[in-house]
């Protein structure tokens, strides 16, 4: 191989610990041994690759294999961002090499009392001053409606915006008012984000439990939980600082509101207490970088240790 060995498990940056995101546009994107460049009229920037969580691809930017090689070896999620959406067009493998993760993630979706209780979990972790113990899947939707509404309301006093509601049209992010520009392209940033620490852990971005029917289905999930204190807060303020070009100015508000506040931090904290027991989540750090296999022995949560033949007859 020509370049520098790819990174062992061990040696890559965790989730929690990366930049949330980098967005470049209208640049040649390439590598320098470990570290991503950006090159366009004005010159090359070099960013660490184990550092960086979603590479965010915009208008008018070219990424040589190279550069692809190293992203994906450091884990990170590439993003191509449209005018309108996120489609998530390419993930490296996880830092997880354990599917525990995953695993859980599955046993939830798959059992309809598990999963109408995570969906509950998520409404409280969004609304904690909410009772949903015994509410149903349609009663949590329509208080979530009118919560949200609510938010937007409050951002629109608190910042002096006008809101009607939230109205653009997918794949033309100029077919809309200002502040929806801006939530537009601030949800795009942070669906990025979220992307990149599900890839991470190992976990299915189309395994939803509120949405369902898309490969994204979770990032949805996920997002939701940190909208109202990011990409919507931030939409609002740039828009009333009377920016001329909301949509990309949001990123730079969106960036500093998701560092402050420690959000893919808090993302993985959030993705472990949702699907693990209290018992695993003190051990579950080390036990998801840990590179083993085993093989599934037919009985429930029971396995049999990997690399061994177990045929116990002769030959």
């Known amino acids: 191989m020509v370049g520098s060995a790819p990174p062992e498990p061990t040696e890559l940056v965790r989730a929690e610990d990366r930049l949330s995101f980098v967005y470049l546009e209208r640049c040649v994107v390439h590598r320098d041994s470990n570290a991503i460049t950006a090159t366009d ?13 979603a590479l965010l691809l915009g208008p008018g930017t070219r990424i040589t294999h190279a550069a692809m090689t190293l992203v994906g070896a450091c884990a990170a999620t590439v993003v191509w961002v449209g005018e309108g959406g996120v489609r998530c067009y390419a993930a490296g493998r996880p830092l997880a090499r354990s599917s525990r993760l995953l695993e859980a993630q599955a046993r939830a979706f798959a059992n309809q009392r598990d999963r109408l209780s995570v969906a509950r979990r998520m409404y409280e972790l969004r609304f904690p001053d909410e009772d949903v113990s015994n509410l149903t899947m349609q009663q949590l ?14 951002e629109s006093r608190r910042t002096g915006v006008d809101w009607v509601k939230r109205d653009y049209k997918p794949g033309d992010l100029t077919d809309s008012d200002p502040v929806n520009q801006a939530l537009s392209s601030a949800n795009t940033c942070l669906y990025g984000v979220v992307t990149a620490v599900i890839h ?14 898309h490969d994204q289905s979770f990032v949805y999930d996920v997002a939701d939980l940190f909208k109202a204190s990011t990409s ?18 949001v990123r730079r508000v969106l960036r500093d509101r998701l560092m402050s506040g420690g959000v893919m931090d808090r993302c993985v904290d959030v993705l472990r207490e949702l699907f693990l027991a209290p018992q695993e989540l003190q051990s579950v750090t080390p036990i998801l970088y840990e590179d083993a296999m085993s093989i599934w022995s037919g009985r429930a949560d029971s396995t049999l240790a990997a690399g061994q033949n177990h045929d116990r007859g002769r030959t």
């Open 41 to 53: 009229d004005s010159g090359t920037l070099h960013i660490p690759a184990a550092m960086i969580g």
């Open 200 to 213: 991470a852990l190992g976990m299915s971005p189309g395994l939803g439990f509120v949405h369902v029917g």
């Open 141 to 154: 939707r329509g208080r979530e409606g009118a919560r949200v509404r609510q938010i937007y309301r409050d």
């Open 232 to 249: 919507i807060p931030a939409a609002f303020e740039v828009v009333a600082s009377g920016s001329t070009d909301p949509a990309n100015d």
